[in-house]
């Protein structure tokens, strides 16, 4: 499949970039050249190759979702401007 200069020009259309004429010119060269390398790549055989999602092995680096036990209420409260009961008391921002 090759890109003509008028797909390549709707495509920036949809996108709303605005290309020069050099512009255009030169991505239609770079979309036919990636759209190229593409096509070589579904000419390759790969019906022993295990799909992945990564190329390296993932790990996740987040720790365990795990209730802890949270600090003491006075020692939340401790340099809290103001507070009413346990908690922040703060100036009303909706009438």
Do not use: C, W
Not at 27 to 51: A, C, K, S, W
Request: hydrophobic share 35%; glycine share 2%; aromatic share 4%.
């Amino acid at each position: 499949m090759r890109l003509s200069q008028q797909e390549v020009e709707h495509i920036a259309l949809l996108s709303r970039l605005k290309l020069t004429d050099e512009e255009r010119e030169r991505m239609t060269t770079q979309l036919n050249d990636i759209m190229r390398f593409y096509e070589q790549l579904g000419e390759l055989d790969t019906t022993d190759v295990e799909p992945t999602s990564h190329v390296i092995p993932m790990s996740n680096v987040l720790r365990a979702d795990e209730a802890r036990p949270s600090l003491p209420v006075d020692d939340v409260l401790e340099n809290a401007p103001e507070r009413a009961g346990d908690s922040f008391r703060v100036p009303r921002v909706v009438e």
